[in-house]
């Protein structure tokens, strides 16, 4: 699927370049994506995962878990992209591992974003810098040698360990550490718009297309509310009689 999106892109840079009339490739049947299933993690469980992990990568996973940040995003944060007082991170980039090197570039939708911090988070970030190297252009995460952090790497030696050791299930992923900030913050009743700009998807439809069954009750609350509407309504005669005008 991919090696065909790519091979689109390349036709279509050939036709706007003259050396094609057309795209032979528009049109062209790509596999089907089956997405896996989500695991989402309650905010215990995220903790119980950040106490098992091998210091100093509980704030890691902490970060991972409630900012909805990618890995690679992560792993691309410098110090200098963090406002502490303000509990704010700025998300610019992306380190991505590519047939085994990483690959530094613009993050997957090509935009930058600010996410809010949770005050604890702002806290622990702190505390965990303090010990560190930061000045500006530092990376705030890195692998134990100091090197930019790498995600198989990183998955495989610290990750993977604290899930068996926190008795999760084994199939969780760091990429469900997105998922379950998704969770928390639709959870603590953030709109759609809100879960949108902190994930950096392209659009709400997107953001519903991936969360919308986690927003269930929030039809049968509209529910209750327009009935509390009715209800006013009818009591101060606003509300026309059944064959009324």
């Given at each position: 699927?991919?090696?065909?999106?790519?091979?689109?892109?390349?036709?279509?840079?050939?036709?706007?370049?003259?050396?094609?009339?057309?795209?032979?490739?528009?049109?062209?049947?790509?596999?089907?994506?089956?997405?896996?299933?989500?695991?989402?993690?309650?905010?215990?469980?995220?903790?119980?995962?950040?106490?098992?992990?091998?210091?100093?990568?509980?704030?890691?996973?902490?970060?991972?878990?409630?900012?909805?940040?990618?890995?690679?995003?992560?792993?691309?944060?410098?110090?200098?992209?963090?406002?502490?007082?303000?509990?704010?991170?700025?998300?610019?980039?992306?380190?991505?591992?590519?047939?085994?090197?990483?690959?530094?570039?613009?993050?997957?939708?090509?935009?930058?974003?600010?996410?809010?911090?949770?005050?604890?988070?702002?806290?622990?970030?702190?505390?965990?810098?303090?010990d560190r190297p930061h000045s500006p252009a530092d990376l705030v995460f890195t692998m134990p040698g100091g090197g930019p952090l790498r995600a198989s790497k990183w998955g495989e030696r610290y990750f993977r360990p604290a899930v068996a050791a926190a008795g999760l299930p084994q199939g969780l992923r760091v990429h469900d550490l997105r998922h379950t900030a998704a969770s928390l913050a639709i959870r603590e009743n953030a709109s759609v718009k809100i879960v949108q700009a902190m994930l950096g998807h392209r659009s709400a439809t997107q953001t519903l297309d991936r969360y919308g069954h986690l927003y269930p009750s929030d039809l049968d609350a509209l529910a209750e509310r327009l009935d509390r509407a009715h209800a006013a309504a009818a009591a101060a005669g606003e509300v026309w009689p059944q064959g009324g005008p």
């Open positions: 699927r991919n090696a065909a999106q790519v091979l689109g892109q390349i036709l279509d840079a050939a036709v706007a370049g003259g050396r094609l009339h057309r795209n032979p490739a528009q049109g062209l049947r790509r596999p089907r994506i089956v997405e896996r299933e989500m695991t989402f993690l309650s905010a215990a469980e995220l903790e119980q995962l950040a106490s098992q992990i091998a210091d100093p990568y509980g704030v890691l996973v902490r970060f991972l878990g409630w900012t909805g940040l990618r890995i690679g995003e992560a792993a691309a944060i410098r110090v200098g992209r963090l406002d502490l007082l303000a509990r704010r991170v700025e998300v610019v980039e992306a380190a991505t591992e590519v047939n085994g090197r990483l690959a530094w570039g613009p993050t997957k939708t090509g935009e930058r974003r600010t996410v809010p911090l949770p005050s604890f988070l702002a806290e622990q970030l702190g505390a965990y810098l303090a």
